[in-house]
């Protein structure tokens, strides 16, 4: 006699093994591309707490037409336009040795030497200090090797990783007797010195200060070489989501002022990975033209950028790619 077949019935709290599934079967066909560019953002972009913290300052200033903004409050040229609006005067940055006729300064996120500080107290300034405390910490770090730090064991010969003539390399450099400036391995030579010591614009990608640094060590075997990393976090954060978002996207949008180091830096990675990559400073800059069919557009900003600006950039890219 047959018998009736039964579906199981699993006892109580006991759960039934899955169907095994072939390893003959099929794959699951990948997610369609779509056929219209997209946009991805960085993890990490814009603005960082020393340039926020800066601006802030220079907001809350109550009659700014008295006050002279030593330099460019950060590099970009939205926040410049901003304050001279709002009555800031300004110094040129290329002409910083000059003297204010207003009665307060306000020192910028990039800092000044200590020497400049003195000169401007004494001609009576007042000073508005907005710089970034982890320049300040470049700074110190800084005349610490070229004074021998506070054991008083010898001064070091400093050099600076960093880009030659860069406001906050001149502000790092200003108040050292004995420095040198070096851009790429290129600069590195020989140094007739038996002490070195060795410091970072704090915007100095890291790839650049491992093959300098290397470079200075090769260079002069003889040496005594102190180094201290003063590159900062934010830096690095921006640095790492950039290396990210450069695995994922085909063409790299950087957003930025012209004249900001951090932000060129954003803009020569991408090319180094061999991503096209568009420095523009607003969404007045983007280029239809730059983007194709299926393209996977990369967003990013250099740390003195604001995020309305990005946030602008961001809405006029998608309008453009999706008219295409």
């Not at 506070?150 to 010969?157: A, E, K, L, T, W």
């Not at 020989?190 to 060795?198: A, M, S, T």
């Not at 523009?280 to 299926?294: S, T, Y």
Request: hydrophobic letters at 40%; a neutral charge.
């Amino acid at each position: 006699m047959r018998h009736k077949a039964h579906a199981r019935t699993p006892a109580p709290g006991i759960a039934l093994a899955a169907p095994r599934v072939s390893p003959f079967a099929p794959p699951e066909p990948p997610e369609p591309r779509s056929a219209h560019p997209r946009v991805l953002r960085a993890q990490a972009m814009g603005f960082c707490f020393g340039v926020r913290d800066a601006l802030a300052i220079a907001r809350a200033v109550p009659r700014p037409q008295d006050v002279t903004i030593h330099g460019q409050l950060v590099h970009n040229e939205s926040i410049t336009a901003e304050l001279h609006r709002r009555g800031f005067a300004s110094v040129d940055e290329a002409d910083r040795d000059a003297s204010p006729t207003s009665d307060a300064v306000l020192i910028t996120a990039h800092g000044i030497s200590n020497a400049q500080r003195r000169r401007l107290e004494a001609a009576g300034k007042t000073l508005i200090d907005t710089t970034c405390p982890l320049v300040r910490r470049a700074h110190d770090a800084a005349t610490r090797l070229a004074s021998g730090g506070p054991r008083n064991s010898g001064g070091r010969h400093v050099l600076v990783i960093g880009r030659r003539g860069h406001v906050e390399v001149l502000g790092l450099t200003g108040d050292l007797p004995s420095f040198d400036v070096v851009e790429s391995p290129r600069d590195v030579r020989n140094y007739p010195h038996q002490r070195l010591g060795v410091v970072c614009q704090t915007t100095s990608a890291d790839r650049d200060v491992e093959l300098i640094l290397a470079a200075i060590r090769a260079a002069n075997p003889q040496a005594d070489i102190a180094f201290v990393d003063t590159v900062c976090q934010p830096t690095r954060d921006r640095q790492e989501a950039i290396e990210r978002l450069l695995d994922e996207v085909t063409v790299l949008v950087v957003v930025g002022g012209k004249a900001s180091n951090n932000t060129r830096r954003l803009a020569d990675r991408a090319a180094e990975r061999g991503r096209p990559a568009h420095h523009i400073q607003g969404p007045a800059d983007l280029d239809a033209a730059w983007f194709h069919p299926a393209d996977v557009v990369g967003l990013t900003a250099g740390t003195s950028t604001p995020d309305d600006v990005i946030d602008a950039v961001e809405l006029a890219l998608n309008r453009l790619l999706e008219s295409r």
